[in-house]
């Protein structure tokens, strides 16, 4: 299993909302590096390429050939789903597929996502 970190984007078994079945997809890593929880679970936000789900302020557009696109490793236009976020067990993690570069943009996204000031 590779350690992962703050922004990368990760193949991972990610539930889906019926809590009973999962899909295997990218993910952007949201959670801080070295929280150090003593858990071996990580908190991520689904990527979805489905584009219908675009145009929120908890949704960010990723086109796979943007710069953004391509450093983050996605193979298809997408989009990074902030009120999507799900925890997930470290042992289920892939891949490391990239790196999100733009993370100013996706904590302004978790800010409205969670109502912070």
């Not at 236009?77 to 570069?101: F, H, K, Q, R, W």
Request: aromatic letters at 2%; a positive charge.
């Amino acid at each position: 299993m590779t350690k992962i970190r703050h922004g990368d984007v990760v193949l991972i078994l990610f539930p889906n909302s019926d809590q009973r079945t999962t899909k295997r997809r990218p993910v952007l890593v949201v959670q801080r590096t070295n929280l150090n929880s003593g858990l071996a679970q990580t908190i991520v936000a689904m990527i979805s390429s489905n584009l219908v789900r675009c145009g929120h302020p908890s949704r960010i557009f990723v086109g796979v050939n943007s710069g953004e696109g391509q450093i983050a490793g996605l193979r298809l236009n997408s989009v990074i789903m902030t009120d999507n976020l799900a925890t997930v067990l470290d042992s289920e993690t892939d891949s490391v597929l990239g790196i999100y570069p733009e993370m100013k943009t996706v904590d302004t996204a978790l800010k409205h996502t969670l109502e912070l000031v």
